[in-house]
C-alpha cells in the first residue's frame, strides 16, 4: 500500500466568491473531511511562496494587477465567474505555491500525492485568469519539478472542459506534455480543438481529445490508451477536474465513480515508477465530488 502525501490548507477557504458562486469554500472543506475520516495520509505543509516565483508561468504585469486588485477596485477578472476578494491574491499564491513542497516531498521518497486546492488553475494562462482561476497551479508545479530535476512533465487533464491556461503556458515547450480530453461544445470554446498539437519545438507535444456531449465511461476509458507512448517523462501531474461526473449540471457527460475509478487507474498504471501528483481543478456538486475523489484516492493507494 502506498504512503499517501496530501496536501490541504483551511486558508484555501478565504477566497471568498460570494452568494450562489458554484466555485465555493465547502468544495476543499469537504473532501479534507473525508481524507480526515476516512484516510491515513501524510500531511504535505502549504507554504506561502514568493510572488517572484509566480514569474515562472506569469507575466508580472499580471500578477501585479491581482496582487493590488481588491484595494484597487477589482472584483473579478474578465467576466463574472471569476471573482477577486480581499483575500484571493493570498490565497491563489498559496495554493500555486505550495506545490514546491508536493515536489519536495517526492524528491524525499513519497510516490504519490493529492493536492486539495483552491482556487483551481487550469485556466490561467500567463496573462489573465479565467473560468475560477487565478493562477495556474499546474503548471506552477510543473516548473517547480523542474527545477528539482524532474526534467521532463507530462500534464493529464480530465477536466470536463479544456485547460486553455496549460495549454499556453507550455504549447511551444517541448519539456512539459499537455494531454487533454474534455467536452466540446463548453467552456472555453475556442481552445482544444484536436489539430492543436503544439508549435516550434513544442510540436507534437499537445495532445487534445475534445468530445461529444453525453460522453459514457467506456468512450473517455478508451481515451486514455491515446496518452503519449514515446514522452519519457520524470512526472506526472493530473489536473483532476471531476465536473465531467454525471451529477454535475455544468456539463452534459454522465462519467460514473466506476469510470472516473477506470480513468485514475490507468493514469497510475501509465506513470508506472514515476511520481504522481493529482491536483483537484473543477467538481462544483459537492456528493459527486467527495464520492469521485474518494474513489481517486482508493485507488491511489493501491
Ligand atoms: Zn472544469
Redesign the pocket.
Same mark, same amino acid.
Given at each position: 500500500m502506498e504512503k499517501i502525501g496530501y496536501l490541504y490548507d483551511p486558508f484555501f477557504m478565504l477566497h471568498d466568491t460570494g452568494p450562489g458562486h458554484i466555485e465555493t469554500p465547502r468544495r476543499v472543506e469537504a473532501i479534507d473531511e473525508l481524507v480526515t475520516e476516512k484516510y491515513d495520509f501524510i500531511p504535505i505543509p502549504s507554504r506561502m511562496g514568493d510572488k517572484e516565483e509566480l514569474l515562472m508561468v506569469h507575466d508580472d504585469e499580471y500578477i501585479e494587477w491581482i496582487e493590488h486588485g481588491y484595494e484597487n477596485g477589482v472584483r473579478m477578472i474578465i467576466s463574472a465567474d471569476t471573482i477577486v476578494s480581499e483575500l484571493s491574491y493570498d490565497v491563489a499564491l498559496k495554493a500555486a505555491t505550495s506545490t514546491k513542497n508536493a515536489v519536495e516531498f517526492f524528491k524525499n521518497g513519497g510516490k504519490r500525492a493529492f493536492l486539495n486546492l483552491r482556487p483551481?488553475g487550469?485556466?490561467a494562462e500567463t496573462i489573465t485568469g479565467q %473560468?475560477?482561476c487565478i493562477f495556474n497551479n499546474v503548471a506552477m508545479m510543473a516548473r517547480y519539478a523542474q527545477e528539482a530535476g524532474y526534467a521532463k512533465v507530462i500534464i493529464i487533464d480530465f477536466?470536463?472542459?479544456h485547460g486553455n491556461g496549460t495549454q499556453e503556458i507550455f504549447y511551444e515547450d517541448p519539456t512539459v506534455f499537455y494531454f487533454s480530453t474534455?467536452e466540446k461544445n463548453n467552456?472555453p470554446y475556442f481552445t482544444g480543438s484536436a489539430d492543436e498539437t503544439g508549435k516550434g519545438a513544442g510540436l507534437g507535444y499537445t495532445k487534445n481529445i475534445p468530445y461529444h456531449d453525453y460522453l459514457e465511461d467506456h468512450e473517455l476509458i478508451g481515451y486514455y490508451d491515446e496518452l503519449p507512448k514515446d514522452f519519457d517523462f520524470d512526472i506526472v501531474l493530473v489536473s483532476a %477536474?471531476y465536473?465531467?461526473m454525471k451529477e454535475e449540471l455544468?456539463?452534459t457527460a454522465q462519467i460514473t465513480f466506476e469510470g472516473i475509478r477506470t480513468v485514475v487507474r490507468k493514469i497510475l498504471d501509465y506513470a508506472g515508477d514515476k511520481p504522481v501528483a493529482f491536483l483537484l481543478? %473543477? %467538481?462544483y456538486n459537492i456528493d459527486s465530488l467527495v464520492k469521485s475523489v474518494d474513489v481517486t484516492l482508493e485507488e491511489l493507494e493501491q
Open positions: 483551481p487550469h485556466h %473560468g475560477f477536466d470536463v472542459h474534455h467552456y %477536474g465536473d465531467l455544468i456539463s481543478e %473543477g %467538481g
